[in-house]
């Protein structure tokens, strides 16, 4: 299974530009990076997924290098509402094993006025 | 309804009980998760379904803990003889289509509480 590392604990202020990496040095081919957001109480929500390059979509950009050993997720202009815990998960589709997707720890993205 | 729905909200329970949490995942949606979190954790996997067919039950923490779906909608996670270190929220996700790496939608999930 991919192994993901990604930074516990992140502070940024409001209308800053926030950027979480993800490592994931034993990715293999066929796997994608899928990444998630979780607010207290709640279930985890699909924030954006992809394979390579670059992908946008209205709340986020990923950032997918070629070696694809890492990659970041990208929120522009963060709001206070945007503090929550993010996951990054790597798996491949079809997966081999639905354990794949394993969610990690996470990165606790803080905003601060 | 709209999204996942999951039943009960918060559920406590003595050490010892039997305790019955339910899945409803959104209409047509093949895929079907059980997670398990721990207070300040991520979600570790439980099992998974498609269908009524559970291909995966490997993070099934003990045989006290078994999941079923069978008509492939409505799911119940049953843990029996229930421990503290049971304590923690349950989530439930689907999916629409086989591959497991699409778009998974959670639940709010149930709180159990073990006293």
């Known amino acids: 299974l991919a192994k993901t590392t990604q930074p516990i604990s992140m502070d940024s202020y409001e209308g800053q530009e926030v950027n979480i990496t993800c490592s994931h040095n034993?990715?293999?081919?066929?796997?994608?990076i899928t990444w998630y957001q979780q607010f207290p109480s709640q279930g985890p929500r699909f924030i954006i997924q992809g394979y390579k390059t670059k992908v946008t979509n209205e709340v986020a950009s990923l950032f997918i290098p070629a070696d694809r050993k890492s990659s970041t997720l990208s929120l522009p202009r963060v709001s206070l509402s945007d503090t929550a815990v993010y996951y990054c998960?790597?798996?491949?589709?079809?997966?081999?094993?639905?354990?794949?997707?394993?969610f990690g720890s996470g990165t606790q993205l803080t905003v601060l006025p | 309804g709209a999204g996942v729905s999951q039943s009960p909200r918060y559920k406590v329970a003595k050490r010892g009980q039997d305790v019955a949490l339910r899945c409803d995942p959104i209409s047509g949606h093949v895929s079907l998760f059980w997670y398990q979190q721990a207070l300040g954790q991520g979600p570790e996997f439980l099992t998974y379904?498609?269908?009524?067919?559970?291909?995966?039950k490997s993070g099934l923490p003990s045989d006290r803990f078994f999941a079923e779906r069978p008509e492939g909608s409505v799911s119940t996670l049953k843990i029996q003889r229930t421990q503290q270190e049971d304590s923690a929220v349950y989530l439930c996700a689907s999916s629409l289509v086989r591959q497991a790496t699409e778009k998974l939608f959670f639940g709010s999930g149930t709180q159990l509480s073990v006293l």
């Open positions: 379904f498609q269908n009524e067919a559970q291909l995966d």
């Open positions: 034993n990715i293999a081919t066929n796997d994608y």
């Open positions: 998960l790597v798996g491949d589709a079809p997966p081999r094993s639905a354990r794949q997707l394993t």
